[in-house]
């Protein structure tokens, strides 16, 4: 079984336990979402033949602009359906870290990854509030049909925040569906994300991925954790 993986953005191996260090904010001092979670049914969206047969990953990534060498975070990577196509589109002088909260299912991945000898990824056990990204990091943070399933979605973009390099950005793919249904209406995603701090660069429909695609980048400020005001759902 394969636990960990000597990956230059890590600093080497990184073995699949929690993170430790000392949080700059603990959860009580953010708001909590004015909307209901959609709770963690599978880490699965879709088997990837279907998935592939809509070419969704190659959609996303062409319009994340994924290049050769970047560095890429796969939030909620689950099985690795992103992850190990992302690992190829960066290439060997690119870096993937796959991050999930499920050890389980990081455990499959890293069976996988070893499987297939992808060399350039790396595996990274995440908290529910808190994504556990190391500071400067990345080029782009994928958050795919996974974001409406976050439990404290302000402590966690409020700390995602320092992991964005100077010209990062996030990217989400999520359907609009009602709030608490496995999706989340794409203006309630803006206020989130906006009250956070971050800005909005780009949104698209896009039905043939199953929803819409959002491109997000830090603001001027990163707004103080006692001074977020949650956004109201309805």
């Known amino acids: 079984m394969l636990l960990c993986l000597a990956v230059p953005l890590l600093g080497g191996c990184d073995p699949i336990i929690p993170v430790t260090a000392e949080l700059p904010e603990d959860a009580e001092a953010f708001p909590k979402p004015d909307r209901p979670v959609a709770k963690v049914v599978s880490n699965q969206f879709a088997t990837e033949d279907t998935?592939?047969?809509r070419n969704e990953a190659q959609v996303v990534?062409?319009?994340?602009?994924?290049?050769?060498?970047?560095?890429?975070?796969?939030?909620g990577a689950g099985e690795g359906y992103?992850?190990?196509r992302l690992a190829e589109r960066v290439g060997s002088d690119g870096r993937v870290l796959a991050q999930d909260i499920s050890r389980e299912a990081l455990e499959r991945l890293g069976r996988r990854v070893e499987r297939e000898r992808l060399e350039n990824i790396s595996i990274k056990l995440g908290e529910p509030a808190?994504?556990?990204?190391?500071?400067?990091?990345?080029?782009?943070?994928f958050m795919v049909h996974m974001y409406h399933e976050v439990t404290d979605p302000y402590a966690f973009l409020w700390r995602m925040w320092p992991a964005l390099n100077a010209e990062g950005q996030i990217i989400v793919v999520e359907s609009e569906s009602p709030v608490g249904q496995?999706?989340?209406?794409?203006?309630l995603l803006f206020c989130e994300f906006e009250a956070v701090g971050y800005v909005l660069v780009e949104y698209i429909e896009r039905p043939d991925i199953k929803g819409?695609?959002?491109r997000f980048q830090r603001g001027a400020k990163r707004?103080?954790?006692?001074?977020?005001?949650?956004?109201?759902?309805?």
């Open 130 to 141: 808190d994504p556990q990204l190391p500071p400067d990091s990345f080029d782009r943070i």
């Open 82 to 84: 992103y992850t190990v």
């Open 212 to 214: 819409y695609f959002a």
């Open 182 to 187: 496995h999706g989340l209406p794409h203006r």
């Open 61 to 75: 990534m062409d319009l994340a602009d994924i290049r050769t060498g970047m560095t890429v975070a796969d939030i």
């Open 223 to 234: 707004t103080e954790p006692h001074a977020i005001k949650p956004c109201n759902a309805s």
């Open 51 to 53: 998935r592939d047969e």
